[in-house]
């Protein structure tokens, strides 16, 4: 590579990262300037040739050469179908909304007539189903994955289901029942429930899986369920390092022995392997244990994340 070459490959390269944290991340062209080290003329220059020139309209035409490169490496490193990978923030929002949008991307790709899709919950999937276009499906289904909360919240599995399923003209299939039962004696009654069994049993046959998942500390929801949240101390004794789909499992990705675990109304994690399509939506550092548990473990065949964490996850493998 010659010196224009190499000249015109770092131009591009900064564009692309414009783009993504003017266009999706929400980044004032002051943020950029500091964060890119370059003047706020030049970003607002080029943030306004990028629309100009068609680079930015709904997607980002530009692809970092770093990300890309994350992105086949972790292809090889999991064994996994596909991967996407977004350049990193440190604010915990615009990085779930950038995330969540390259979800979407991927996920509408992989959307057509006649699938079941199945759905977890959480702040990054409901941004990744507002990235779909809307349409009519034939023959389609959304199912939930798992109980829900006894409050409304946009991380709850029954928005969550239902927003995807509006947005995909498909009918909704919910698990009836809170994500954790009292006891254990309560769960058995309720997987008996004939209701309850019917959507496990169309979930495990979905085409199309899309889930996120949850560390030990404040900023994942699930911990603030007081069910959850006073029995930290007891996870981490256990080895858990977070959770996904409700299931708390350790750094090999297998579930702990915990009460929590044995009283979770939620698709056991071993059965997204029989889904031919499965989707882990997640990023953040603080996750990357609980990411790398469940790429080990091979619960997933597809990954949408950030750079820090593709980075930490292509180390680990090393």
Known sequence: MNNDEAAALGSEQMRARIAWYY???????QEISDRLGIARARVNKIAG????????VVDIRLPLV??????EQLKAAYALKQVAVVPS?????????????????????LIADGQCISVGWGRTLSASIKRLRSRQLKDSSVVSLMGGLTRGSETNTFEVSTELAKTLGADCYYVTAPIYCPSIESREILLTHSGVNEVMERARKSDLAIVSCGDLSHKTALTAMSSVGERLP???????????LGT????????VDHILNQRVIAMPPADLKMIP???????????????????????????VTDEAVAQRLVASRR
Do not use: H, W
């Not at 266009?23 to 062209?29: E, F, M, R, S």
């Not at 923030?89 to 790709?109: F, K, S, Y």
């Not at 007891?234 to 996904?244: N, P, T």
């Not at 708390?248 to 579930?255: I, K, Y």
């Open 277 to 303: 399509n499965s989707i882990l939506i997640s990023g953040g550092l603080y996750k990357a244990d609980i990411i790398e548990a469940i790429l080990c473990a091979g619960y997933v065949n597809c990954l």
């Open 248 to 255: 708390f499992l350790d750094a090999q990705g297998l579930p």
């Open 49 to 56: 040739q990028l629309r100009a020139d068609g680079s930015v």
């Open 23 to 29: 266009y999706v991340a929400g980044l004032t062209q």
């Open 234 to 244: 007891d996870l981490k004794k256990s080895g858990a390092v977070g959770e996904i």
């Open 66 to 71: 770093s990300c890309v490169e994350l992105e």
């Open 89 to 109: 923030v440190a604010d915990d929002e615009q990085l779930r909304r950038m995330i969540g949008d390259a979800g979407g991307i991927m996920l509408d790709a």
